[in-house]
């Protein structure tokens, strides 16, 4: 099953998305958010943040 991907060109490290995360799969590095595949567990119901 796929993960969330962050599309890196797009993003531009507000960190929105750190604290909507469920499983807190999502951190912000040197301006840019990424995704621990390992703890994202797709869940996709997060829609406003
Ligand atoms: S930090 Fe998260 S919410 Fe903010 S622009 Fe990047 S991906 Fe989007």
Known sequence: MAKA???????????S?????PVS???VNDGKASVDAGTCE??????NF
Do not use: H, L, P
């Not at 991907?5 to 507000?14: H, I, L, P, S, Y």
């Not at 998305?17 to 995360?21: F, H, K, N, P, Y």
């Open 5 to 15: 991907v962050v599309n890196q060109d797009a993003c531009v490290g507000c960190e």
């Open 25 to 27: 799969a999502i951190s």
């Open 42 to 47: 797709r869940d996709f119901t997060v829609k």
């Open 17 to 21: 998305c750190v604290g909507a995360c």
